[in-house]
């Protein structure tokens, strides 16, 4: 009875993956434990068939950010298996951001049954509810055992999950109950690999599901603009599927062209910097105050709000009717409040209002809103210029000119992820076209620094040779993402900005502290070689003293196809005091130029 109980958690595991690999999961990230033995089997087993790729990781927190990476790169549910206890709570980090990024993840966690549970017993806590704020589903096997399921219950089991998981994409979790014993003998693991079934258990082969777009849900009302009215559109993170990320840009090309209104589009947006119409340096125009002259104004928002204080502040200001379209989530986008949003998808809207739209003719009011991107594309070309002037007095390294220079080091194909805080912020402020003629990965989900490098482990695994811009601690804080070294799809270039803490803490606006350090409650600098560890993890490294030698140092990194560090070391108080010069100087300069938008 023993030997059979261990054959059939085996036999069911397998079930379950197969189940999932026939809905397209091809990633599956696995942690160590024995209550998961089961699935670590199974998943075994099918990564030497080649019908899964496998990747095992020590750090259940690194590994879910790892497979959080593999999502987003390919828009594919990978799977995590964790055994229990802790090993669950560490998925939360990762859940957080899939939930707000709308990433897939599948989070498979081995638990112990219900006999064990309420009882004193050993790594016996209450795993099933560490992850129901953010998942957009829970299941569970029977709570007696994973072995007392049956067909049709496992059918259902992955029908729901990988729905859920993927209509509006985020995290599920799956909690299995394994009742010991949990390891099978080779003999029953040879009984089930070679087609081993029971009576009661028909094999139910799972075909894979209609992608249906959320463009065929219905609504009711749709929101409006008048396209011949003065507007801007606002393009933040993409949140959509990357199968519909064509579509959006199809969309977003004819609204522009139909509207004559400019673009104002997040790193992370996914639109192409050949897009008509597109203001680079809008981070710039709005905290210099230049587009204050302008009142009454009708705002498209694609998507969440981009990392920009000077847009908040803008939009926070009367005279703007606003509209927020997302790409199938309906939870609210609008902290500023007062904006409409219309939760079925960009592509779907602009295919309504066009054929509606079609009909009307009002060719002067066009014409007014392409005499307004005209001048801020005006706007546009001086600030370029200017910028280049003002950044590369000097060959010294400072955060803006580091976000100017990079994009024109990388070819187009290479991919970048930009850690939170200051490396988003910068790219969006000065990296101009540069940062649209790639495709970007960032964290503008929840805004986190946890799981940085391994996340990028996971783009790059999809993605191929990648860059990776991060700060001194959000490095630090996932140290153990270097493990995923070993593994050759890997081919990661970290370019780390050592700024000597967390340095964007110096842009708050905080005069002095009463009582405190202000570099011991915010900045917290950590007297910890990153080069050291990077050694220590086998890791090859180079460090740069100014930007002629950043340019060779990437050279290098691209004659390589291991993953390399290469660190570049700014002063986070000095850059604070760069950043508000150039904008001060900034705003006089355009003025002087008499460049104004008044309408």
Not at 30 to 52: D, F, M, Q, V
Not at 113 to 141: H, I, M, T, W
Not at 558 to 575: A, G
């Amino acid at each position: 009875m023993a030997l059979s109980l261990a054959r059939y958690n085996f036999f069911i595991s397998l079930e379950l993956l197969k189940a999932f690999v026939a809905k397209g999961m091809k990633y599956i990230v696995l942690c160590p434990g024995s209550r998961s033995g089961p699935l670590a089997l199974a998943a075994a087993s099918l990564s030497k068939r080649k019908e899964l790729t496998l990747i095992t990781s020590i750090d259940e927190r690194s590994a879910a950010f790892l497979a959080l990476g593999i999502s987003a790169a390919s828009s594919k549910l990978t799977g995590v298996i964790t055994t229990s206890g802790t090993a669950v709570a560490n998925l939360l980090p990762a859940a957080v951001e899939a939930d707000r990024s709308c990433h897939p993840l599948l989070f498979l966690t081995a638990d112990r049954p219900l006999r064990l549970k309420d009882c004193g017993a050993n790594q016996s806590v209450n795993q099933k509810d560490f992850l129901k704020c953010v998942c957009r589903y829970f299941d569970e096997s029977p709570r007696e055992g994973i072995h007392l399921i049956s067909s049709e219950r496992l059918n259902y089991l992955v029908e729901k999950t990988f729905k859920m998981a993927t209509e509006l994409p985020g995290p599920v979790h799956i909690n299995l109950a394994y009742e010991e014993p949990l390891h099978p003998c080779s003999f029953d693991q040879k009984k089930v690999l070679n087609g081993w079934e029971v009576e009661e258990f028909s094999r139910h082969i799972i075909s894979s599901q209609k992608d249906e777009s959320f463009q065929n849900s219905p609504y009711f009302e749709l929101p409006k603009l008048d396209p011949f009215s003065l507007g801007i559109i606002i393009v933040g993170p993409w949140r959509g599927k990357v199968q519909h990320l064509d579509s959006f840009r199809g969309a977003l090309k004819k609204w522009q062209s139909f509207t004559g209104w400019p673009i104002f589009a997040d790193p992370l947006s996914g639109v192409k910097s050949d897009q008509i119409g597109l203001i680079n340096h809008w981070d710039l125009l709005l905290t210099t105050k230049s587009l204050e002259t302008i009142n009454e104004i009708q705002v498209l928002r694609l998507g969440p709000l981009p990392s920009s204080r000077g847009l908040q502040c803008w939009l926070e200001e009367p005279g703007k009717i606003q509209l927020i379209i997302s790409e199938g989530d309906n939870r609210s986008l609008d902290p500023i409040g007062g904006a409409n949003q219309f939760s079925f998808g960009f592509s779907a809207w602009v295919k309504e209002n066009l054929e509606i739209m079609s009909r009307k003719t009002s060719f002067n009011k066009k014409i007014t809103n392409e005499i307004l991107t005209s001048k801020l594309i005006k706007y546009d070309e001086f600030i370029n210029n200017w910028l280049d002037r003002k950044l590369f007095i000097n060959r010294s390294i400072t955060e803006p000119n580091l976000a100017r220079l990079i994009p024109r080091l990388l070819p187009d194909s290479i991919s970048v992820m930009l850690a939170s805080s200051s490396p988003i912020r910068d790219w969006l402020t000065y990296s101009c076209h540069g940062a649209l003629s790639r495709s970007c990965f960032g964290f503008r989900g929840a805004s986190g620094i946890d799981g940085t490098l391994s996340m990028g482990m996971g783009i790059s695994i999809i993605k191929g040779r990648m860059l990776l811009i991060t700060g001194d601690l959000a490095l630090l804080h996932d140290t153990n993402g270097w493990l995923f070294s070993k593994d050759r799809n890997i081919s990661l270039i970290v370019l780390l900005i050592d700024n000597g803490g967390g340095g964007i803490f110096n842009q708050l606006n905080i005069d002095r502290l009463e009582e405190g350090d202000f570099e011991e409650i915010f900045v917290m600098p950590q007297k910890v070689c990153q080069l050291t560890l990077a050694r220590a993890y086998d890791v090859k490294y180079k460090q740069v003293a100014c930007l002629d030698d950043l340019e060779q140092a990437i050279e290098w990194s691209f004659s390589l196809s291991t993953n390399v560090l290469i660190r570049v070391c700014t002063n986070s108080y000095e850059d604070q005091k760069l950043r508000v010069s150039l904008r001060d100087d900034l705003k006089k300069a355009l003025s002087e130029h008499s460049l104004n938008c008044d309408l």
